[in-house]
């Protein structure tokens, strides 16, 4: 964990989107070969000998990696997307945010139940959107579902893995 070339990498933007936030612009990381390399690599043996079928992207940061880390597994790609974006008939899910409430969508036909899934995020704030899709994934009962993150946020009282069943098997990369 703490990959000192990912570290080094990983740009910090001071009040985006509003004042007082520290955005982890994780771009930097994606436009940076070594690092684009880096994190599919640490990914992959983590993840190459549980059996995974599916990987879930959670729009849109959560595309880029997860498709690239399915690709290497020989899994399939599914994406988690925001409301009326998915064409065809979708499972939903909502969850509270700071102000107000959101909702994601997955295709009803996008999971099975002899599926292994792991649900990717680029990072874990206070893990409400995760949650959200974790729940989703649930509705459809597959065998087993991992989580990962390339960041887990600390610190200004967030602990985001706490909204998850201590059972559950959560992997990051990167610890800010
Ligand atoms: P949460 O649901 O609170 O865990 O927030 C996680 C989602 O919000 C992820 O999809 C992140 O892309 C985004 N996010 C939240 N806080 C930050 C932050 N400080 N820097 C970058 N992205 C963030």
Do not use: W
């Amino acid at each position: 964990m703490n990959n000192e070339t990912l570290l080094k990498n990983l740009r910090n933007v001071p009040d985006f989107p509003i004042p007082g936030i520290q955005f982890k612009d994780v771009s930097t990381l994606f436009k940076n070969p070594k690092c684009l390399k880096i994190m599919v690599n640490e990914l992959y043996d983590i993840y190459k000998d549980k059996g995974i079928t599916k990987v879930v992207g959670i729009e849109s940061r959560g595309f880029v990696i997860g498709a690239a880390l399915a690709l290497k597994l020989g899994a399939g790609f599914v994406m988690c997307r925001k409301p009326g974006k998915l064409p065809a008939e979708t499972l939903q899910e909502s969850y509270m945010k700071e102000y107000g409430k959101d909702t994601i969508e997955i295709h009803k036909d996008a999971i099975g139940e002899n599926d292994v899934v792991l649900i990717h995020d680029d990072l874990l704030a206070t893990g409400g959107s995760m949650k959200a899709a974790y729940n989703l994934v649930q509705q459809f009962h597959p065998r087993k579902t991992y989580i990962n993150f390339i960041i887990e946020l600390t610190g200004e009282g967030l602990n985001g893995r706490e909204v998850f069943d201590p059972e559950t098997e959560i992997s990051i990369l990167l610890k800010v």
